[in-house]
């Protein structure tokens, strides 16, 4: 067994030095950082030369107020979502066969159809059938085009955040519910005190991509009549004819998923001191 | 020479002598909606039908052109002109300052009044800003009606839609209360199937601030020649009769409307 890992460790090469001089990547890799900044700073000239105080005056609160829409649409949709996704991921690693394959089921349609069809589905599909929903009550709540985005929203991201769920769960070792149960710690207790901090860990990225999908999936609701902020973008353009208020639009979703992705390095930083070294 | 540059030069070649020929045949592209029964429809089997497409036709018979057509989604078709995907828009485009600071229109071909449709239930009584006050109104987004919808009806909640048809499923099931559309195409859905739902509530005045002076073919900025050619074009049907024709396919009246 050691012999044989030392057999390993003599294979192992070094890592080739870095090549000193201008090889072709390195020249490629300039060139391509070259137009990165090139494209950044022209469309900076593009927002200085196309800088319009009165346009920015009319308009800017109510990108503000469809940057909230959109925001509180994620928010409410993920913590649904994070909800509804328990009892799926549970039921997905059920060995009860039909339990699982419902969960199964429910997943693969959520994540094997477009986010824009679901939505569409639940808009138009559930308005059809008014009169049977006016008599059960829930036609209140379907009429709002905004209920309509958070019920299709949840439901997508559900499945979603049940497979990290499921598959953070499944990445801790056997080992660490078997060492538990030598302790005498109940299942809960095992997967609320081991599995789940240990779990959460590996879900971190994956869920702060959910979120990360899911903002810019939103932009979709515009078209169900809901002015979130890609809404407001559209009926400014539809005002204006002025490109830039899709550049602005552009600018804004940007700075959300930027903010996000360093809060979740941050976490993740804070979250894994130790296993630091 | 890398095999690239060879495959670029070549492209360029091949795309060079592409607009050669291009210029030679003289051939018109002209972009439309595809969404916007009567005037212009997509049918089932993906043909271009409608008013505008046939009175298209008639003007590039006229023009001596040959005319292919382009359907674009409303929200984009001006940009998608500035870019060149087509040379003219012929989809219903009501002439207004704000248009016209971005493209070129032709004069009028035809104009029609604004109207109000509401389910057949409806309290609804008139087109005043009071008659709506509290009520939903759907209107197709970047068009002239929603314009006047958010203007005029302040005491209302306005719905934008990307078609008409989306507006007009939502009011059969009672999600808007009110919707707002020109006449003609309101009129020309109440009389299907689909349009069972609902009614004419009346026609609005126009505003000429808003809904200007009328629908006209939108070209390039600049691209003045063929402005004139739909201009004279447009006189041309008018006299011999080919408008009348095609209006007469469509309409009970005449929606040129007055001489302006």
Redesign the interface.
């Known amino acids: 067994m050691s012999a044989a890992a030392a057999d390993v460790a003599t294979k192992v090469e070094k890592p080739p030095a870095i090549p000193h001089g201008w090889p072709r990547q390195r020249i490629l890799g300039y060139a391509l950082v070259c137009m990165w900044i090139a494209f950044l700073a022209g469309i900076a000239a593009y927002l200085i030369v196309a800088w319009n105080g009165e346009l920015f005056a009319k308009y800017a609160p109510s990108y503000v107020t469809g940057l909230g829409v959109t925001l509180l649409l994620v928010a409410i949709s993920i913590v649904l979502g994070a909800i509804l996704s328990v009892p799926i991921a549970y039921a997905r690693m059920s060995k009860n066969r039909f339990l699982s394959g419902l969960a199964y089921a429910y997943v693969y349609f959520f994540r094997g159809t477009p986010l824009l069809a679901q939505t569409f589905l639940v808009y ?1 599909g559930v ?2 059938f ?1 009169p049977q929903l006016d008599m059960i009550g829930l ?1 209140g709540f379907f ?1 709002e ?1 905004f209920n309509c985005a958070i019920f299709a929203f949840s439901l997508n991201t559900a499945a979603y955040q049940a497979e990290i769920l499921r598959g953070a769960i499944e990445s801790v070792p056997r080992g660490q519910w078997e060492g538990a149960a030598s302790l005498g710690l109940h299942k809960l207790q095992t997967m609320w005190k081991i599995i789940l901090p240990q779990a959460l860990i590996v879900a971190l990225r994956p869920y702060g991509n959910e979120i990360i999908l899911m903002i810019k999936g939103s932009a979709i609701v515009a ?1 169900i ?1 809901v ?1 979130d902020l890609m ?1 407001i973008t ?2 400014t ?5 002025d ?1 830039q208020s899709y550049v602005w639009a552009a600018i804004i979703y940007l700075i959300i998923v930027e903010t996000l992705r360093h809060a979740v390095e941050w976490i993740e930083r804070r979250i894994t001191i130790h296993l630091q070294r | 020479m890398s095999t690239a540059l060879r495959i670029a030069l070549a492209a360029s070649a091949a795309l060079l002598t592409l607009g050669v020929a291009q210029a030679q045949e003289k051939t018109l592209r002209i972009g439309t909606e595809g969404a916007y029964p009567p005037f212009n429809n997509l049918t089932a089997d993906g043909q271009l039908v409608g008013f505008d497409i046939d009175i298209a036709k008639a003007l590039c018979d006229e023009m001596k052109v040959k005319c292919t057509f382009v359907a674009q989604d409303w929200d984009g078709i001006i940009p998608a002109l500035q870019a060149g995907k087509f040379d003219a828009i012929v989809a219903s485009m009501s002439i207004t300052p704000e248009r016209a600071e971005k493209v070129d229109f032709t004069n009028k071909y035809y104009n029609t009044p604004p109207a109000i449709a509401a389910p057949k239930d409806s309290d609804i009584k008139g087109v005043t800003k009071e008659d709506l006050a509290g009520k939903t109104i759907g209107v197709q987004a970047s068009t002239t009606h929603f314009n006047y919808s958010t203007k005029a009806y302040t005491d209302s909640t306005i719905k934008p839609y990307p078609t008409a048809q989306e507006y007009q499923l939502d009011l059969a099931n009672g999600r808007v209360d009110a919707v707002n559309d020109d006449i003609t195409v309101l009129e020309g859905w109440l009389a299907t199937p689909d349009g069972a739902c609902c009614k004419l509530i009346g026609a609005i005045t126009p505003d000429i601030e808003i809904h200007g002076p009328g629908a006209g073919i939108a070209v390039r900025k600049g691209d003045t020649e063929l402005v004139n050619q739909f201009n004279k074009a447009i006189d041309a049907i008018r006299a011999n009769g080919k408008y009348k024709e095609i209006n007469d396919k469509y309409f009970k009246y005449d929606v040129y409307g007055g001489e302006s």
């Open positions: 138009y308005g059809s008014r036609w009429r085009a078209i009549t002015y809404g559209k009926l353009y539809s005002r204006t004819f490109f």
